[in-house]
């Protein structure tokens, strides 16, 4: 993954946020472990737990790099 990432313009990797509605089903420990995941591969991801309202209002206006919903 970190040599495509330095393919792509990135030799340093990225950093992103994930956004997500502090309730259920999410939990801190479900993105800490997909944070250490994504660092492997180069990716800093910076965890944004939100209220509901807060999520959704950045979710409406596609203000996030990356967000969660439970909506299919």
């Known amino acids: ?7 792509a313009g990135f ?4 950093a992103l946020n ?3 509605p502090t309730r259920p089903p999410y939990t801190n420990t479900m993105f ?3 944070q250490s995941s994504l660092a492997d591969a180069g ?3 910076t965890l944004q ?5 807060v999520w959704l209002t950045r979710f409406l206006n596609a203000n996030y ?6 909506q299919a």
């Open 1 to 7: 993954m970190q040599r495509l990432l330095a393919a």
């Open 65 to 70: 790099d990356l967000s969660v919903t439970d």
């Open 11 to 14: 030799p340093n990797g990225i």
């Open 18 to 20: 994930v956004t997500y």
């Open 43 to 45: 990716i800093r991801v």
């Open 32 to 34: 800490e472990v997909i």
């Open 49 to 53: 737990p939100v209220e509901q309202q």
